[in-house]
């Protein structure tokens, strides 16, 4: 049987990290092209249903939020376990998470820094007094129009008064006037404020006690307050005939949504978002701490997991390697691993069947050895580096007069007396000084106390 039919066949790779890595990647591509064309405005919160279905889906990432902080302390902690207890193969393992830790980290602080940074120029610029201004323009503008309009206003009455200077007035005149003018009321008064002519259009009840108002204010020749020209319902002018007479005009009502109006409701919410941006600064924040977490248990994960496909190969092939030094030559390694590593498994496996293959060819030849040595007349003893026996024939036990027994391992001393001791040690010095040695001697006999005869 040949080495490559002695090693088993190593396991099929798993699929699952594969399966979830395409799945995660199909994940991120579907939130980017939802993201990037707008078609999640078209969902929106109508019923208790969604509102609740929001709340689980918030619940739910919490949850894995969590769960994935718990991971990456057990894989940390574990770790550390291995490293105080000097496993294999640990070492290793925490200086390729440092690694990555590091190398992912320096852009993660990038891009935190960058983030936080254009964040807090964006939201000074947006809560400046750039936009009041932007939004206070138009105030000015109207202004300049409101008050452009009401001296128009009372240019025109001033015009009407020096056409209409010689001219009696019917109710019904001064109703044309007030049509083709837009005018609400129309009046021409005598000296004595008594009413010659008059006009007027029929109003609600409210819009009724307004103009009675502005009616009072004139009359009383209070011309110049600001209601009779603020571009805010009534607007009233008033005329001086030649002859003493006077004659009093009165706008239609102005819409009281003006632009000053919305102005000022602009920068009412304005200032409540001036009031939130410490809330948007916090969840901005909030929102890099939650990506740096997730950037960093991403490359935690892959550090551990490129970590154990390399340890684990090279930690079986270290423990294989002291089963060979101790003599379990039968022992494989059976590990999963990847690349050059599965390729050093396989040279692994066939190297240490190939020395089981030459270590049984050589316990036969040494039996063989053994067994031509026994069947010798002549008495052969052999010995290692420290003179400790290794085999011995029965001729070389007859010749020492020794007993039928297993003297592998004995020292010289043990054997012969201290004369032939000697002889022989010098015998076995010169042979390992030049390697090899012949000396022709008579070795003495011995009694039975283990003495010279």
Do not use: C
């Not at 420290?386 to 085999?391: F, M, Y």
């Amino acid at each position: 049987m040949t080495a490559v039919e002695k090693t088993k066949s190593q396991p099929k790779l798993r699929k699952s990290p594969w399966v979830l890595g395409i799945f995660v990647l199909l994940s991120l591509t579907f939130l980017i092209l939802l993201q990037t064309s707008n078609l999640w405005k078209s969902l929106s919160v109508d019923s208790a249903s969604d509102t609740l279905l929001l709340y689980a889906l918030s619940s739910l990432n919490f949850f894995a939020f969590v769960i994935f902080g718990f991971i990456l302390l057990r894989n940390l902690i574990k770790l550390a376990r291995e490293r105080r207890s000097l496993e294999l193969g640990a070492k290793f393992k925490t200086r390729l998470w440092l690694y990555f830790f590091a190398i992912s980290l320096l852009p993660i602080i990038a891009m935190a820094g960058f983030s936080y940074l254009f964040m807090n120029r964006a939201v000074e610029r947006w809560f400046t007094q750039i936009p009041e201004n932007i939004v206070r323009a138009p105030i000015k503008v109207q202004d300049q129009a409101i008050k452009l309009q009401s001296e128009k206003f009372r240019e025109t009455s001033k015009m009407l008064a020096i056409s209409l200077e010689k001219h009696e007035f019917t109710n019904e005149e001064l109703s044309n006037i007030s049509e083709a003018g837009n005018l609400t009321r129309i009046e021409v008064l005598s000296k004595t404020n008594q009413t010659l002519a008059l006009h007027e259009k029929i109003l609600p009840t409210e819009q009724k006690a307004e103009l009675d108002v502005i009616i009072g204010l004139v009359k009383n020749g209070r011309l110049e307050e600001p209601s009779l020209r603020d571009g805010i319902g009534f607007d009233a002018a008033a005329a001086d005939f030649s002859d003493g007479r006077k004659l009093i005009v009165i706008s239609n009502l102005y819409s009281e949504e003006n632009v000053s109006q919305l102005v000022e409701n602009a920068l009412a919410e304005f200032d409540k978002l001036k009031e939130k941006q410490i809330n948007i600064r916090q969840i901005g924040l909030l929102t890099l701490g939650v990506l740096t977490f997730l950037l960093i248990f991403a490359s935690s994960w892959t550090a551990f997991y490129v970590a154990r496909g390399l340890t684990v190969p090279i930690k079986a092939l270290a423990e294989g390697a002291d089963e060979i030094a101790q003599g379990n030559l039968a022992h494989r390694v059976e590990v999963l691993a990847e690349d050059e590593l599965a390729l050093l498994v396989n040279s692994f496996n066939q190297m240490s069947a190939k020395l089981e293959e030459n270590s049984a060819e050589l316990g036969e030849r040494r039996r063989y050895i053994e067994t031509i040595l026994q069947s010798l007349s002549t008495g052969v003893i052999s010995f290692d580096a420290e003179n400790r026996v290794t085999t011995i024939n029965k001729a070389a036990i007859q010749i020492l007069k020794l007993e039928n027994a297993d003297f592998a391992g004995f020292n010289l001393n043990q054997l012969v007396n201290d004369e032939n001791r000697i002889v022989l040690e010098r015998l076995l010095n010169r042979a390992k000084r030049i390697g090899q040695a012949s000396e022709q001697t008579v070795l003495q006999p011995e009694n039975a106390d283990g003495s010279a005869a």
